[in-house]
């Protein structure tokens, strides 16, 4: 399993910005995917942005032209820019990320942080 931090939420107006940090307790290069997912209470979890094999990048529709995932392997640490936010995009963000166990694979989880979007 992989712990996972997240870092970076908090309160900003309509049409700011935040960057999200989600720091790895292991090389990414042991991941097959990684990236963000937000959940607002009585909602189902749902994916933001991710990183899959061969470094391609997936998007949720909402976050497309918005929001941009890129990550640091050094660091091994993956980012979300979050530009022109809006009041609908306030929810506790998820980083995660999936490695190989035996024959599947095993989904870890940060512990979350919220954002909030608001005048």
């Known amino acids: 399993q992989v712990q996972l931090v997240e870092s970076g939420g908090g309160l900003v107006q309509p049409g700011g910005s935040l960057r999200l940090s989600c720091a790895a307790s292991?090389?990414?290069?042991?991941?097959?995917?990684m990236g963000w997912y937000r959940q607002v209470p009585g909602k189902e979890r749902e994916l933001v942005a991710t990183?899959?094999?061969?470094?391609?990048?997936n998007y949720a529709d909402s976050a497309k032209g918005r929001f941009t995932i890129s990550r640091d392997n050094a660091k091994k640490t993956v980012y979300l820019q979050m530009n022109s936010l809006k009041p609908e995009d306030t929810a506790v963000y998820y980083c995660?990320?999936?490695?190989?166990?035996?024959?599947?694979?095993?989904?870890?989880w940060g512990q979350g942080t919220q954002v909030t979007v608001s005048s």
């Open positions: 995660y990320a999936d490695t190989v166990a035996g024959a599947g694979f095993e989904r870890s």
């Open positions: 990183f899959t094999s061969g470094d391609r990048t």
């Open positions: 292991r090389s990414m290069f042991t991941m097959t995917a």
